[in-house]
């Protein structure tokens, strides 16, 4: 391609975004070299000068070239997209990509492990990390599919608190209660912590083979009747709607609209996942990876062998972990290190906001199941592990393992086979979650409390 039109599409593109408010806008090249030859253009440093003027920062990468953060590439050889603002901006803000058509990606899932060498230094904040919540940078666009839940409701809110996630959907699905109970726990959530720009959508009431499984599991025992027992919601109904859509409907449709692959952050019953996959596997490119809350590397919760949400549905949780997809695991053997201490409830008392309040009902209710079912002293939040990982990826560490869907076993149906030491000779399929920051998973999660608490 002549590197004149190259440069016009990117120009054009860079002057856009800059115009709709972008704050970061990246600018990837296609093939390494050419960026050089590209910044010698006078228009393209003009439009870059244009774009710094109006406050936005142009991120350059090319190939393999280190000194910037490429997080997808495209096919043509030069386009600039954007990062947009919080949901607020975002809704009126025309797309200023829509002229850079983007084909299916090549060479996806590279994961930035680190800061852009040269960028600033971000400062520091109440938590002590480093620029967490300062809102700067490349926000991650996600799903949440879930079954709330205690743990999901703080999932829900880590999610819709910080800059780093861009919090696009929320779908549900049987679990840990009935779907039109997790769907209604879900708008409560969403409710008193006025999250009211997020759709939210009802998914699978069954696993995928239920004849196998005649009866839906539900956990009960610990989330109690409606799913979310402690606080007390009253009668009436939240004000958050539900979407029209099915979970699969609108899963297709956000990764559609969106200019960016989509993180899907399934932590329930991974049924609604296999079944989009299955349905729709030419959408596979829009999906960045499934970062997901189940299994272990060790024992059950449910069985001796098995997790909840991988026994609930066996087979939608191996036709995920045999996508190709690049999935993240966060099992028990982590999440139960993520506990509820009684400090951490009075750290998050303390807030004392409506919110805050109903949070520490939440936990309190959850302490006592875990408590009288499990021996434990504090309730582990096993969920929002997966969120606190996309915000800042330290805080867990994570091992490359082949993990694989026991089936068909007598007594271990529904268990996560991890092979840690490599002895199956199985290629690596998933990233798994081992050692936690608890302190740090803890900040995060009371900020985001303390933050929306203070919106609402």
């Excluded at 910037?68 to 949901?87: E, G, I, M, N, V």
């Excluded at 091992?399 to 007598?410: C, K, N, Q, Y």
Aim: glycine share 10%; hydrophobic share 40%; proline share 9%.
């Amino acid at each position: 391609m002549p590197l004149r039109p190259v440069v016009d599409r990117a120009a054009k593109g860079i002057v856009r975004a800059a115009e709709h408010g972008a704050d970061v806008i990246n600018l990837s090249l296609g093939e390494s070299g050419l960026m050089a030859r590209l910044l010698k253009g006078g228009i393209l440093n003009q439009a870059i000068s244009a774009a710094n003027s109006k406050g936005a920062v142009v991120v350059a990468a090319a190939g393999n070239d280190s000194t910037a953060l490429q997080p997808y590439r495209l096919d043509t050889p030069a386009s600039a997209t954007w990062t947009r603002r919080p949901p607020c901006a975002r809704r009126a803000a025309p797309r200023a990509h829509d002229a850079l058509r983007r084909a299916p990606r090549s060479g996806r899932h590279r994961r930035s492990t680190g800061p852009v060498p040269g960028a600033p230094a971000r400062p520091a904040t109440r938590d002590g990390r480093a620029g967490l919540w300062d809102g700067g940078g490349m926000p991650v666009p996600v799903i949440l599919d879930c079954d709330p839940g205690h743990d999901d409701a703080f999932n829900i809110l880590l999610a819709a608190a910080h800059p780093a996630v861009e919090l696009l959907a929320v779908t549900t699905v049987a679990g840990n209660q009935t779907v039109e109970k997790t769907t209604l726990n879900a708008r409560r959530v969403c409710s008193v912590a006025g999250i009211r720009d997020v759709p939210i959508a009802a998914g699978s009431d069954r696993p995928l083979h239920g004849a196998q499984d005649r009866e839906q599991r539900v956990a009960e025992d610990i989330h109690g009747g409606s799913g979310l027992d402690g606080p007390g919601f009253g009668e009436g109904k939240p004000d958050v709607p539900q979407d029209p859509r099915d979970a699969r409907t609108l899963i297709r449709d956000t990764l559609l609209a969106h200019p960016a692959p989509v993180t899907l952050v399934p932590t329930g019953p991974l049924t609604n996942i296999a079944t989009f996959l299955l349905a729709h596997p030419e959408l596979t490119p829009r999906i960045e990876r499934i970062v997901l809350m189940g299994g272990s590397t060790g024992r059950g919760n449910t069985t001796p062998a098995a997790e909840f949400n991988i026994l609930c549905d066996p087979e939608a949780a191996d036709i995920v972990f045999s996508s190709g997809l690049p999935v993240t695991m966060f099992g028990l053997n982590a999440t139960h290190q993520a506990r509820a201490t009684p400090d951490v409830v009075a750290r998050i008392a303390a807030l004392g906001t409506p919110l805050s309040r109903l949070c520490v009902e939440l936990l309190t209710y959850f302490a006592a199941t875990y408590r009288e079912v499990y021996g434990f002293d504090a309730p582990p939040l096993h969920d929002p592990l997966t969120v606190a990982h996309l915000i800042d990826p330290s805080l867990i560490s994570l091992v490359r393992a082949a993990v694989s869907i026991e089936l068909t076993g007598t007594y271990t149906r529904g268990a996560t086979v991890v092979d840690l030491q490599g002895v199956t000779g199985r290629s690596p399929n998933a990233d798994v979650g081992m050692e936690v920051d608890v302190p740090g998973f803890w900040e995060l999660i009371v900020e985001a409390v303390r933050v929306l608490g203070e919106r609402a």
